[in-house]
């Protein structure tokens, strides 16, 4: 009885999905992730206007935002940009119980004075410091992990697995997934 009222449960959540984003423009779904939109051009204006000072003035002003930002895409196949809200998973998406995520920043002497953000699925899960650890779950089968600066730009590449019901996951993070 218990695991039907569970499995009741998690049918109907509406979780954020970036498994079936596809591009507007040719429909493939191939796409390499630019960060929240319009980080480039405030991460350049800040840069210009304030260098060093102003980068942390930044990352202390965006460290607990949770509000939710279209994110701007590249699509590997036409290489137009597009901007997208996350999508809601299909509940054939929906695991029966949470996966548990554990992301290690590594430690590094590069950006060691700012936070970086752990996006999961197109939603900001938290903000990680050099050295340290957060944990977080997915209800999600298919899920897109990326790594934004303080300004909202994506550090290169994107980690993308299946999570299992229960189960667990370990990332470690250094300017990169490895």
């Known amino acids: 009885m218990e695991d039907q009222i569970e499995k009741e449960s998690t049918a109907t959540v ?4 970036l498994y079936n984003l ?12 630019i960060g929240s939109a319009g980080s480039k051009g405030t991460a350049a204006g800040v840069s210009l206007a304030f ?11 965006t460290k607990d935002s949770t509000t939710l930002v279209p994110i701007t895409c590249k699509c590997k196949s036409c290489k137009k ?3 997208s809200l996350p999508l809601v998973a299909p509940p054939e998406e929906i695991l029966s119980s949470p996966c548990k995520i554990t992301f290690t920043r590594k430690s ?24 340290k ?13 990326f790594v934004t600066d303080q300004f ?27």
């Open 14 to 17: 509406n979780a954020p999905s």
């Open 51 to 61: 260098g060093a000072v102003g980068a942390i003035v930044a990352n202390a002003v």
């Open 152 to 178: 909202g730009v994506a550090l290169p590449g994107d980690y993308r697995f299946e999570a299992s019901p229960g189960g667990t996951v370990t990332v470690d993070f250094k300017r990169k997934f490895g």
């Open 133 to 145: 650890t957060i944990e977080f779950q997915t209800l999600n089968k298919h899920n897109i992990l």
């Open 108 to 131: 590094a002497f590069t950006g060691m004075a700012v936070s970086q953000t752990v996006w999961l699925n197109g939603i900001k899960v938290g903000s990680v410091g050099n050295g």
């Open 81 to 83: 940009k597009f901007d």
């Open 22 to 33: 596809k591009c507007p423009n040719c429909e493939s779904n191939d796409f390499t992730i």
